[in-house]
């Protein structure tokens, strides 16, 4: 069984005076990665969700993120994770402190820095696509905090210079056409078709033939789109939709489970506490019951 790997790189190790934190994390199951509610003096913190899906928040917004997107949040704003957990997922990340107005970022001159923190400052969208080609910095930086060589830190420093630049370039693709996504319109109605059949015992198959694919290219383009199977997919929706149950009616934890078309209320159990870190029992407990 996978465990949870994590490399978060800082100070020496990391080698970059102008970042506080890069990190990669991937774990198959949730787990408490420091979720509570955090901030990050006068530095952005800039997200790629890799794979798998995740529920973050920020003041009084919840977002949903999934493969290939991004997810930044400004100097001192007070984030966290929904139930304080990191979901099953693989994610990178970096810490970008705010440099003072007279400085500017190694390698950079001080007016291309403050061009660059003006834009991130001014920013209107906090999630949004990444290209291929921002995803690729990510993990080469990841690379590249491996490499021991001669060339560090300039070859971390180049990487990282792409990154930004190219970060600014995909929000700025993002606000252009706010309605491209990176998801075709055949997973787009097979994730809808999902939503709209939970209580259904639908295969794998079934769910193919709906959207005019074989299983394997379903699956393949599936996993490529939106980081996660099908079947995983599936039954993050099914526990997604027993906790807005669990919050909100008084029904069994026993009545939850079929309902949602789980063969046993133990099997339900198991997979929630994947999800979500926590029994469904003790995630009732932690929410208020309106209909008491």
């Known amino acids: 069984m996978r465990k949870l790997q994590r490399h978060a790189y800082e ?11 890069f990190g990669w994390a991937s774990t198959p199951r949730a787990a408490d990665l420091g979720l509570k509610r955090h901030t990050h003096k006068n530095a952005y913190e800039i997200c790629l969700i890799d794979r798998g899906s995740v529920q973050w928040w920020v003041g009084h917004a ?26 099953p997922c693989t994610l990178y990340w970096l810490i970008l402190p705010v440099p003072a107005q007279s400085n500017s970022l190694p390698g950079l001159t001080c007016k291309q820095t403050r061009a660059l923190f003006s ?3 001014q920013m209107t969208q906090r999630t949004f696509a990444s290209s291929v080609l921002l995803q690729s910095h990510f993990r080469q930086m990841h690379v590249e905090l491996q490499d021991q060589s001669d060339f560090q830190p300039a070859g971390r420093r180049a990487v ?16 252009a056409h706010p309605n491209h996504r990176q998801r075709s319109k055949v997973i787009a109605n097979a994730m809808q078709w999902m939503s709209d059949h939970l209580d259904e015992d639908q295969s794998i198959e079934d769910i193919a033939s709906q959207v005019g694919l074989g299983v394997s290219r379903f699956h393949e383009r599936f996993l490529a789109e939106v980081g996660l199977t099908p079947a995983e997919y599936r039954m993050h929706l099914r526990v997604r939709q027993a ?35 926590m029994t469904p029992g003790q995630y009732r407990q932690t929410q208020p019951l309106p209909w008491q």
């Open 119 to 121: 834009e991130l400052e």
């Open 243 to 277: 906790q807005q149950l669990l919050r909100n009616t008084g029904q069994t934890i026993t009545q939850i489970s079929f309902d949602l078309g789980f063969s046993s209320s133990q099997y339900f159990a198991t997979v929630f506490k994947k999800i979500v870190g």
């Open 160 to 175: 990282l210079h792409q990154l930004l630049i190219q970060l600014l370039r995909d929000h700025a693709q993002a606000i």
């Open 11 to 21: 100070g020496k190790e990391l080698g970059l005076s102008e970042l506080r934190m």
């Open 62 to 87: 919840i977002y949903q993120l999934n493969r290939g997107d991004i997810y930044i949040t400004r100097p001192d704003e007070p984030h966290g994770g929904i139930d304080e957990v990191m979901h």
